[in-house]
């Protein structure tokens, strides 16, 4: 049975979050791994990009395809202002990007051939509702494509290394409650099923990627606010000590000739109804 994520970061939480994230948010990311998947794209599609945040997703798209119309929906303002910016900026036309919640999708039944959600449905608390909104507003034989981390397995190394500095703090009994804010496969299942796709796959994708030291790695997590929440778990005066901590272990073990590896594993679902 999945978790429910309302015990982490509640949705102003979020928004908050990623409302503070926008400026950076294009020098981030360079490749979308979705994209790397989603093989039916098409000229003349209606197309929905759920949690687009600053559109990366949907610019991404008009890269290869001319859609009739595609939409892209963020719950932060802030991240929507930088997408709208780039529509102005070159004149794009059938581009949208509107502010709303992914667990209430305003649309028609049936209105998209695809709907995409890249690295934005772990961070709703009523996943389910999100997907079966999904699902609702793409058409029969149409495709709701999803991307999220996976939990079971992505940052399994630094819960190792943190799992192993804690119980030299006595803390490692605080630290295994941490949980990322994700799924595993059959969780993700679950939860696709629960919603009413008649068809769902999904792929494991695991890539590796090399760090000039674990402080790179480790400010990944404090861009999605992960560090935080890592943190909240320990007592004020070791949140320092042992992050630091981790950091130096997780240089120590998986340094390599081409830098620090790490090893991020993420789920690829594609469902139909
Ligand atoms: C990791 S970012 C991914 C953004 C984008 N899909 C991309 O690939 O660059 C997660 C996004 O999910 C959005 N988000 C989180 N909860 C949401 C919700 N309930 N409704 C709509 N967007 C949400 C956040 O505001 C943020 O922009």
Not at 67 to 76: C, R
Not at 143 to 154: C, K, Q, T
Not at 222 to 240: A, V
Request: glycine share 6%; charged share 30%; hydrophobic share 40%.
């Amino acid at each position: 049975m999945y978790i429910n994520r309302e015990d982490m970061l509640s949705k102003k939480q979020v928004m908050e979050l990623y409302d503070r994230l926008a400026k950076n948010r294009f020098a981030i990311i360079g490749r979308v791994p979705l994209l790397d998947y989603l093989s039916n794209l098409k000229d003349g599609s209606k197309i929905l990009d759920v949690a687009t945040g600053t559109g990366v997703v949907v610019f991404k798209i008009l890269e290869t395809v001319v859609p009739k119309v595609i939409i892209g929906f963020d719950l932060s303002v802030k991240e929507l202002i930088e997408a709208k910016n780039v529509v102005k900026e070159f004149n794009l036309e059938n581009v949208h990007f509107l502010r709303s919640d992914g667990e209430n999708l305003g649309f028609r039944d049936n209105f998209f051939d695809v709907v995409t959600c890249n690295a934005g449905l772990h961070w709703m608390p009523h996943k389910e509702k999100c997907v079966k909104e999904m699902l609702r507003v793409c058409r029969k034989g149409g495709l709701v494509a999803v991307y999220i981390p996976d939990r079971s397995l992505d940052h399994a190394q630094f819960m190792q290394v943190a799992l192993d500095v804690a119980s030299k703090y006595n803390l490692k009994n605080q630290v295994s409650k941490f949980k990322h804010p994700s799924y595993n496969k059959d969780e993700a299942e679950e939860i696709f099923k629960g919603a009413g796709a008649k068809e769902v796959r999904i792929r494991q994708i695991r890539r590796e990627f090399y760090y000039k030291t674990a402080i790179d790695y480790l400010a990944e997590w404090k861009r999605w606010g992960g560090d935080k929440i890592f943190k909240s778990l320990l007592p004020p005066k070791y949140k320092e000590q042992i992050w630091n901590e981790i950091a130096s272990e997780l240089n120590r073990r998986y340094q390599t000739n081409k830098g620090v590896k790490i090893i991020s594993t993420s789920l690829y679902i594609e469902a139909t109804k």
